[in-house]
């Protein structure tokens, strides 16, 4: 038995250039009557103003990897970066993290410029509770795809904003460019909004949810692109690769072709998913993409204890 | 509006510039790629050079640091007096004007091709004042030898002292637009297909040089005729989105009373126009700072008359 949901909060604009959590947080500040429901708090909240204002990703540092406890326990001063000063407030707002305190569910909306379609973020593979909602919004969508992706990992696993709730839920819909809203997008991350709340929503009203299972994809390693001596980009994702996110890609395939046009195929002897491939963010971060492996995540039954 | 002068000699100044805007990455690498391999822009009777024309916007993969310099070459910043405070884009449109100008003179490059990326889904398409002949008969040839996938010719009409574009620097000029394609996201298959349309202008140039004949011709292209902006509220944001009918038809007919935008309570706006018109740039991300949710033109046949056809080896006049 399970504490019944009461606060909250669906994040837009950790990145400032992910156009879609930015307009949906905002219509919703102004008209709210959607994402409310009864007997719940859902608060809508921009993350990163500073960045949204000037349609870039971040000021000084990605928000979305400061919600450690080193930096969410620095001592407050304006030489801090911008975004972890901000991580600190948001902190306070919504946190603390690993608190009592703290929100139960964070939603943060992200987009991406790879083919990722709709995809739900997990950080957890023995939560339940979001298992339960994933399958609940997996199978509300159909037959529009929505795959899951599990962050969880010794290393590469990274302190998101929405790390501070109980339940923290990413979800990141595209392909769609920085700086661009499509209403197609956006209409999609409207409906797996939609769905989560209305899980919910059954969830307080004392449903109970039978054990399920999901398919989900695991992060495994990320791979940067092939670099010259000055480390410069060599080469490029195979067109064969490009937007072919959540597909097997097998040893041999072509995985980069260089500037001059050699391909360079995946090594290695098994099966891996692509996932985030040429995402423009992950440039920087030395990220041509990330292999993934497929796996089955199992939930127990779930109900509200107030019933 | 009187034409431009035809070339009546070889062009033997000939600039590929990228990086124009810093995050539009095809442009960019291939320009990188030039400048350590120059021998692609090698032909016979020239060699191309090739320019990053905004490194400092390239290194952070920005569009611009202070301003776009491709609105910047106007006689009124290129003859402006440096100042220690002025936009960073403002002295490198003059140091650029230096290099490949100066502007309407007499020492201008002779041709400049300006690549760039859009986020719009504009496939191929060529950029360039419909009066300048040499050009017009380049995306002509452009057409011929790279029909798949096809491309289309956006003409603007503008005169001398109008013009802003980094290749209306030189004598003759033209942009190639490359889309759908993120910002900061290089795409193998647009990289490839930037390549060889470099590689067709370069042997169209080597061709004119050579002597051949290039007759007149009839030709279909869309005029610039203005620009429409996103629907907003009282305080100046973004009160909808183009309709999802409309995104990614670019160049697609739109008729009075077709959908096209759409708001976020859910309502649609029509088109209130009285003709029919072809939007260009829909939902390009560098636009929406310039209250641009799309262009719209007309489509239009021109005739473009012959080129004058080089004597290969000029006997001197007596």
Known sequence: MEKPIKKIAIFGGTHGNELTGVFLVKHWLRDGAEIQRTGLEVKPFITNPRAVEKCMRYIDCDLNRVFDLENLGKKMSEDLPYEVRRAQEINHLFGPKDSKGSYDIIFDLHNTTSNMGCTLILEDSKNDFLIQMFHYIKTSLAPLSCNVYLIEHPSLKYATTRSIAKYPVGIEVGPQPQGVLRADILDQMRK?????????????????FPPCTIEAYKIMEKVDFPRNENGEVAAIIHPNLQDQDW??????????????GKTIPLGGDHTVYPVFVNEAAYYEKKEAFAKATKLTLNAKRIRSSFH | MCSLPVP??????????????????????LVRQWLRTPVDLQRPSFSAVPVLANPAATAVCRRYIGRDLNRTFTSTFLTSKATPDELYEVTRAR???????????????DFILDLHNTTANMGTCFILNVTDTFAMHLCHYLQLQNSEPPSRVLVIEASEDTTFSVDSVAKHGMTVELGPQPQG???ADLFSRMRSLVASVLDFIELFNQGAAFPAFEMEVYKFLGCMDFPRSEDGDLAGMVHPQLQDQDFEPV??????????????MLYEGDST?????INEAAYYEKNIAFMKSKKLTVSIPALPVLTPNPTPLT
């Open chain 1, 192 to 208: 797996m909004i939609k769905h989560a709340l209305d899980f919910i929503h059954h969830f307080n009203d004392g449903k109970e």
């Open chain 1, 247 to 260: 597909k097997p890609l097998h040893p041999g395939d072509p995985v980069f072709v260089t500037l001059d």
């Open chain 2, 8 to 29: 009546q000699e070889p062009l033997r100044r000939v600039a590929v510039t990228g990086g124009t805007h810093g995050n539009e990455m095809s442009g960019v690498y």
């Open chain 2, 95 to 109: 140091e650029l004007n230096h290099l490949l100008g100066p502007k309407n003179s007499s020492q201008a490059f």
């Open chain 2, 185 to 187: 996201v290089l795409r």
């Open chain 2, 255 to 268: 008729q009075p009373g077709a959908p096209i935008f759409q708001l976020f309570s859910g309502e649609d």
């Open chain 2, 277 to 281: 018109m072809y939007p260009l740039f």
